[in-house]
């Protein structure tokens, strides 16, 4: 099999003054990146994971949008009352306040996950990442710059292959 390689620019979206999202969201099939900010410390029920402490800080969460980016997060920017989802927990304390999105016909979340791995802290372990070979698809850090650092590079991903995904190599933009 033929390794190929492929560079991924994600796509940064801000709120403007009324609440909108701008550039606006397509809805085309891909994946996505809610960058949340948590002001102070919080203990929180996440559903099956149980109570956890989060640190105040950014937080990254890594998550799948085939049926449409547009209409996928768009879930996120009401508040809701009924928890699906991990993040929708979070979500209750955390603030959204930038959403980055990657356009792709086929599933790149966990793939995303593994280079965020490399670069940021895991947060939770097992958050959004309960059916998938990930450690988790939540990351933290310290500091908004150091996530958005991260995402403004071209993230190199490589397939291996055996399907897994191998680190990017010498040379990448690390
Ligand atoms: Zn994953």
Redesign the pocket.
């Known amino acids: 099999m033929k390794a190929f390689e492929e560079d991924t620019q994600f796509k940064n979206h801000i709120f403007s003054f009324n609440g909108k999202v701008y550039p606006p969201i397509t809805n085309k099939p891909g994946t996505y990146i809610l960058l949340i900010y948590l002001p102070v410390k919080q203990k929180l029920r996440v559903g099956s994971l149980g109570e956890i402490a989060f640190s105040p800080g950014y937080y990254a969460y ?1 998550g799948s949008a085939m049926g449409g980016l547009r209409g996928r997060t768009n879930r996120y920017l009401k508040p809701r009352k009924k928890m699906h989802w991990h993040i929708d927990y979070f979500l209750q304390v955390g603030q959204l306040k930038e959403i980055f999105t990657l356009e792709s016909k086929q599933k790149k ?2 793939t995303i ?1 593994c280079l965020l791995a490399q670069n940021l802290l895991p947060a939770v372990i097992r958050f ?2 309960t059916d ?3 450690f988790t ?1 939540l990351y933290f850090a310290p500091e908004k710059t150091h996530i958005k650092k991260i995402l403004k590079t071209k993230l190199k991903v490589i397939p291996a292959a055996n399907g897994h995904f191998a680190p990017p190599g010498p040379g990448s933009d690390y």
């Open positions: 890594v979340e966990c996950s959004g990442a998938c070979p990930c698809h």
